[in-house]
C-alpha cells in the first residue's frame, strides 16, 4: 500500500509515502523532517520561482528538481521520483499526485486505465477537500480515503461522491466520475473502487524536468 497526504497548514502531518504541498504553508521544520523520514514532497511553488524552491531544498541536503513550467501533471512528477528527487516542484499538484505517485511506486504503464482512473478519483478528492487528508492507495487503483489522526474535519461518504461528479480528463486518463464506486468503511474512512477509465485523446505535449541544472523533456 502507498499513502499519499495532503498538507494544508495543519499543526502536523500522517505517516506517508509521499506529500502534497504549497510552498507558502510549508515550514523549513517540515521540510527538514520529511527529508529526515524519507517522504517525497511534490511542492506547488504558488507564485514563487520554482528553480528558487528547489536551490532552497538543496540547501538544506534535499534532492530537489522542477518542472519548468505549466501545471502539474503525473508521469514528469514520477520521472523525477522514479530519478531519487526528495522534492518535485511546479504548480499545483494535489489532483495529480495519486496519479504520479503509482506511476513510480506501482510502475503503471499508460494501458492499465484502471488503476490511473482510481488515482485521479483519489486525487480529485484531495485536491477538493479544505482539510489535510491520506489516500491510501493500492495496486490495482483502489484506494482508502483518510485523515490524520487529530486533523480538523471528517471523512464521510457523501462529501467524498459530492466531488466526484461528471467526466474528469486528465493526460492520462478519462473517468467517468459517477461510476466510481464510494463506501464508508469505518469512521474517517472512505473506499473508492474505480471504473476501468478510457485513453484520452492523442496529444503531443511535453514539458521540461531540470535537474541540477540539466532539462529532461518528459512526455505528459
Known amino acids: 500500500m502507498l499513502r499519499i497526504g495532503c498538507f494544508k497548514g495543519w499543526a502536523g502531518f500522517a505517516s506517508v509515502d509521499v506529500l502534497a504541498a504549497e510552498w507558502s504553508v510549508l515550514s523549513m521544520e517540515l521540510l527538514a523532517a520529511c527529508l529526515a523520514a524519507r517522504v517525497r514532497l511534490l511542492v506547488d511553488a504558488a507564485g514563487t520561482p520554482r528553480a528558487r524552491c528547489a536551490e532552497t531544498v538543496k540547501r538544506i541536503g534535499g534532492r530537489a528538481a522542477y518542472v519548468s513550467d505549466g501545471p502539474a501533471r503525473a508521469r514528469p512528477l514520477a520521472e523525477a521520483l522514479t530519478r531519487r ?5 511546479t504548480g499545483p499538484v494535489e489532483e495529480a499526485a495519486p496519479a504520479a505517485a503509482g506511476i513510480w511506486h506501482y510502475g503503471w504503464r499508460p494501458g492499465r486505465l484502471q488503476e490511473l482512473a482510481g488515482a485521479a478519483a483519489a486525487g480529485l478528492v484531495l485536491a477538493e477537500s479544505p482539510t489535510p487528508l491520506v489516500v491510501e492507495l493500492l495496486r490495482d487503483g483502489t ?3 483518510s485523515k490524520p489522526d487529530d486533523a480538523p ?4 461518504a457523501e462529501e467524498v461522491r459530492a466531488c466526484l461528479t461528471g467526466t474528469f480528463t486528465t493526460p492520462d486518463i478519462v473517468v467517468d466520475l459517477a461510476a466510481v464506486r464510494v463506501s464508508q468503511t469505518g469512521h474517517d474512512r472512505v473506499r473508492l ?4 477509465g478510457r485513453r484520452p485523446p492523442p496529444r503531443e505535449q511535453r514539458q521540461m524536468l531540470i535537474i541540477d541544472g540539466a532539462a529532461y523533456e518528459v512526455r505528459v
Open 85 to 89: 528527487m526528495d522534492v518535485v516542484v
Open 143 to 145: 484506494s482508502t480515503i
Open 153 to 156: 474535519g471528517e471523512v464521510r
Open 193 to 196: 473502487e474505480p471504473p476501468t
